[in-house]
């Protein structure tokens, strides 16, 4: 295996976690009124409450919806969102038999999808992508679980670009991990460091960083684990899939993070909740004013605060003046009201948690409103789409059919576009091929009016109608009869035809 000096590697690290230190200010304040109690740049102790100064809960629920939103439209529990097509080398004579077969493997490809952690990790990693950046690591497991998903928060990991753009290299922390834990999950041939072992007898635990990146020289990922205070490699591997995914919804040139809506909608929601907080101490002060109580005693201005119930001592003015009074009001902020129910209106149209209002009869929405629905979504965020689809889903494939290659569960296959491409079965893509499928049905009625359906039928390729349809509408094809099949059957109904014509009986239906 090829050797890398570990200072080298380190110092690679340290410029990462540099860059990585810049984003701390304002991932810290997204985090805190997006998604206070997950807040992974807040330092404190475990079980702090983390949301005691946020008044408002307008982001927190926006991005609730958003995730739920992107996972329905991208990842869908219950649904094959992606499927393997024969790519642009294969014969056309080939390409029925070609597809059955790469159908087979993309219903593997879900069988172990769905029995693995995905659905609950991906939340997760989703949430992080709303924010900044989700990371997902994708391990080989045991016979029982194939494959294991893991999301890493996003202040235990760094990043690296590559010269296109894409993340290259991840480095990730570390911290107090007991030996045991590491041999479990770097196996056998971690290596302790020996000066750690003479220490003492106390139970050892280590700091490690781990450090993977692509090798664009010899065209390879690599993989280490250094312990921090030795320098010591404990662990390293190269292998041509890589378990690291990381996706972003949009980025800036030249920054390695991406930049999610939440950080968009976090200057609103700030501007909200500084609102709420004066609005709720003016009515908390408005409720239970403080009192003046008046003395001829030396007062100090600085020993007393303006607080609800509160006394607050000064010289009378007057002979005539009661012993208690309440203190003048400063002014009245409700006109905040209107203010923040037009800034809540930005932050739902920003985190796409305010859907479209579609004009209906009944409480049932139809299935052109729920398509119209996802077109609207497609429109508005279609490049950032695109990228989540690019960094998400065929990193993640080529990783979970690497595996199960290795494990003998599919058949080796390439996803390079020639061979094999992928194409996308998402609600969103799903409602694109619906499209496609009406505007031929609405080509197909003005043929049949301007001829007849007779005739209408003839100026299409009939037979290859089912199984496309069939495709669009991410049927099974097993179920589906194929071209020549196809053929067959339209001759014997000619032929059928002919006789019932030569017999002068009426002949089946058309």
Known sequence: MHKHNASTLLKRRERAVAKTQNWHELLQTTYKYALPNRNPWDLTVEGSNLNHDVYDSTLVLGLRKFVNRMINALVPP??????????????????????????????????????????????????????????????????????????????????????????????RDWHSVPVEYAIELWGDDFSVPKELMDQSDKPLTMDLYEISFYDYTDKIYRYFVIEKTTKHICFEKEEDSWEWVGFRWSKLAGEDRGRGPAIDAMPTAATINKAMEDEMKAAALKANPPYMAFTDALINPYNFQIAPNSFIPVNAMGTESWPLAPLPGGGDISFTTIVINDLRSQINELMMAQPMQMPQAGPVRTATEVAIIQQELRENAGASFSRVQRELFLPLVKRVLWILKKKGLIEPIVIDGKEVAITFATPLSASKDQSDVQNFMNFFELMSALFTPGIAINLVDAPKLPRWIGEKLSSDLSLIKNESQIIQLIRQAQELAENAAEQQQPGPPQ
């Open 78 to 171: 219950d649904i094959n969102w992606l499927k393997l097509v024969a790519g642009t080398l294969i014969r056309p004579d080939e390409l029925e038999e070609r597809n059955l077969q790469l159908q087979t493997i993309t219903d593997t490809f879900f069988h172990y999808l769905r029995q693995s952690n995905f659905d609950l990790v991906i939340h997760e990693a989703f949430t992080d992508m709303s924010i900044s950046t989700g990371v997902l690591q994708i391990n080989e497991g045991g016979d029982d679980d194939p494959i294991i998903f893991s999301a890493i928060p996003s202040d235990k990991i760094s990043f690296e670009s590559g010269p296109r753009g894409d993340l290259s290299a991840f480095f």
